[in-house]
Structures are given as structure tokens and as C-alpha cells.
């Protein structure tokens, strides 16, 4: 009898161990159906993708016809054709470079011109673009003396750019009050104003997506600042503008955006710096 005792108290605990594992599996395999939650937004989007947000997908170009569609809702005008005569085939490869180290202490702009730390940067990335073979197409630099000279230090290494210009829109300024701000930068608002709808008016002319008239794939370089970079990046990743100051860029570092055909914008890199020496790296 005392053995049968042992081998009843043995099949309690056996049932109860199996009933904990059945629950564990069951358990488990409920957790394995739920998708729970993320921290962000779990299934919707806290902002859906603007497509038009450049004012250029084909229902902005075409006209809306007059007439109707058929029953079928065919239209009846050809005006499904004019929609392809204007839609995008090509992706624009934005390059933005932003300055060599400059003198700080220049009182005027004339005076704020590179270092010869800074000539070594630009110089440094010009090769990197001398590498990397792109096909440039174009050159656009802001009209500020250090932007100035680390173009012209750029352009020694590039060959076949068709097209360069000089641009007062993409001089360096206050683009919009940051957040969260920053107590050792503070801007008159006046400045907000002013410089905020000068660079906004850069974003707005050059980045977008190409135009039908575009048969392959473009690189063009902007040699600016890092405000206006940090602005376009947030502004072309449709992400809150005043989050601009929380990136950093290096001196003569390489930021690389692709506006797609679609309307679909990508950040290919960020302030790349790696190609320089640890030495010559700088951020003011």
C-alpha cells in the first residue's frame, strides 16, 4: 500500500507539471499570434507619406478634363495619355556638401574663409567624389566666401560638370526655431523669418523629383551649410523640421538624398566623414 501511496503522490505531480507545460505551449502559442505593439504606433502610421509633396505627381501637371468618363470610367479625352507624357522616368541623386572649417573670428563673411584645415577637407572630398564616378551633371554652391572656396577647391577634382552655379538661397541662416532649443543659440525671431523663407525657397527650387524631360539618372552637388543640409534633410524625409538641430554634420562631410520618380525620397548617407583621417575632422 505504501508504494501505491508513493506512485499516486508521483502522478499528482506529473499531471501537474504536464498542466503547467500545456499551459506554457498554449500560452506561447497565443503570444506567437498577437503582434503586439511597438512603442511608436503598433499598426497605422503617426503620418502618412505625402506623395505630392513636392506639387509635381502627374494630377498636379495635367489639367482635369472638362468631359466625363464612360460607364466603365474609361475618359473619354485621351487624358490617361497626358498623364504618362508627364510622368517621372528618372531619380535625382541630391549631393549637399557642407563647408570646409572657416576662420571663426572673421567679423564679415569675406573674412570667414577656410582654414588651411579646411582646404585640406574640401580637398579630401572632392577626391571622395572624384571616386565615387558619378556622372555630376551639376555644381550649385552657396554665394558665402567658406562654401565659395570649398567649391572651387571641389570642382579642381570633378570633370564634364555642365552646369555650375552660385546661389544667395542656399546662404547659411535660422531656418525655424529648433526643438527642443538650444540655450547657447538663440536667434532674434526676425531672423527665423527672414532666413526661414529663404531656405524653405531653396528646398522648394531645388529639391524635388525630375521632370518627364529626364531620361536617366542625375548627381548634382550643393555646396552649403549645415543648417540648410539639416533643414532639407528633415523637410525631404518628411520628418518635423524643427528637428534639424538635433543632427550633426562634419566639416566637408557628404550627405546624399535620392528623390524617386514616385515621389519616394531616401537618405543614402548622412554626414559621411569617413573617408577623411581622424585628424582632420572638425565640426564648427
Known sequence: M???RKIGRLSVLAAT???????????????????LASWTTGYTPSVKWDWNWDRRGVHSLVKPPKSKGDENNNN?????????????????????IRHGQYNLEGPTD??????SLGREQAALTGLRLQELTYPYSRVVYSTMTRATETAEIILKKLENVEVIE???????GAPIPPEPPIGSWKPEMHKFYADGARIEAAFRKYIHRAPASQEKDSYEVFVCHANVIRYFV???LQLPP???????????????LVVRPDGRVGLWQLG?????????????
Open 110 to 115: 569675406h573674412e570667414r574663409y577656410l582654414t
Open 76 to 96: 473619354l479625352d485621351g487624358h490617361d495619355d497626358r498623364y504618362e507624357k508627364v510622368r517621372p522616368t528618372a531619380s535625382r541623386h541630391l549631393i549637399f
Open 17 to 35: 507539471a504536464g498542466g503547467a507545460i500545456a499551459g506554457y505551449v498554449i500560452a506561447s502559442e497565443e503570444n506567437r499570434k498577437t503582434a
Open 272 to 284: 559621411e566623414c569617413g573617408y577623411m583621417p581622424p585628424e582632420k575632422l572638425s565640426r564648427t
Open 234 to 236: 528633415c523637410r525631404a
Open 242 to 256: 524643427e528637428a534639424w538641430l538635433r543632427l550633426t554634420l562634419h566639416n566637408g562631410s557628404i550627405t546624399h
Open 2 to 4: 505504501h508504494w501505491m
Open 166 to 172: 552660385r546661389c544667395d538661397l542656399l546662404r547659411e
